[in-house]
């Protein structure tokens, strides 16, 4: 019996060192896949930043130094496209929920009683999904263009003057911004708001709350980590976008954001630290405003 027990207890410690081996192994693949797909291109970008231009090379051809001065001369240089591309990632996002939250509160509370209408808005809002992006915003600058219907129309209401142009301004870029990135928005909230019980909302106005007061101190509390999902799934993506305020598609020279200046950097210029610094310092802004707003807002369970 002493030595069956004495067994037992000798084998109990195995069991969970033998557990922890398999999870181990369960997560090996997954840790192997961000080391060569996440880790590696990050640590090339912050030694390609740190770069200086070969003494005997041609053009495009550095060498590995650890000049931070980069980081200064791309800041120094390009500080107006770094503003720029967070005002219009950050009107856009503003936009993009003003229009999404009333969308999402109907199809996910009003919408309850009639799931056929319910499912077929939903569809609708994955729907631009299927087609690609550079399209979706290619027929936007057709639509939009000085001689499309819509442009005339309104210069013939004399709503635009006759030299305007619509695209190739900032409000364009907006515009093309928060349609593009609307369903991002409307996804997250829906998901919150599908599951609010509006038994809460019915306790409110029992309780002689206004309309406004329920919205402000009921829905909005309880939708608000679908207001966060919704905001950062919107705000990242369009800080770094480059096709919207491109010059091929709506945008135009005075338009011009961080992911067209990397991209110009990159392809036209092949100044490779300037383009790497800028991608390091877009990211590292990102980082550190998502951090501020999430622990603003509360939700810190989502970083």
Known sequence: ????????????????????????????????YLVLFFLTPLVSLVLTS?????????????????????????VTLYWPHILRSFGYA???????????????????????????????????????????????????KQL???ESFIITSLKALSL???????????????????????????LPLYTTLERLDVR???????????????????????????????????FIPAAGDYVNASRDFLGGPDTQMMGNVIEANFLVLLNYPAAAALSIILMAAILVLVGVYVRRSGTEDLL
Request: hydrophobic letters at 55%.
């Open 144 to 146: 939009l263009s000085d």
């Open 1 to 32: 019996m002493a030595f069956a027990a004495f067994s037992t207890a000798e084998a109990q410690p195995q069991a969970p060192r033998r557990r922890s081996r398999v999870a181990l192994l369960l997560l090996l693949p997954g840790i192997l």
């Open 200 to 234: 809460y909302l019915e306790a409110g106005s029992d309780l002689y709350a206004s309309p406004f007061a329920v919205f402000r101190k009921v829905t909005i509390p309880l939708s608000m980590p679908g207001i966060v999902a919704g905001t950062l799934l919107t």
């Open 90 to 140: 950050l009107a856009a996002t503003v936009f993009a929920l003003l229009i999404s939250y009333p969308l999402a509160y109907f199809i996910g509370v009003k919408a309850r009683r009639w799931p056929l209408l319910q499912s077929i808005m939903l569809v609708l809002v994955i729907a631009p999904f299927f087609i690609s992006f550079l399209l979706r915003t290619l027929a936007w």
């Open 160 to 186: 635009m003057a006759p030299d305007a142009h619509f695209t190739g301004t900032p409000f364009a870029v907006i515009f093309g911004l928060t349609y593009n990135f609307i369903p991002f928005m409307t």
């Open 50 to 74: 740190l770069q200086v231009p070969s003494e005997f090379g041609d053009i495009g051809v550095y060498d590995y130094a650890f000049n931070w001065q980069n980081y200064v001369d791309v």
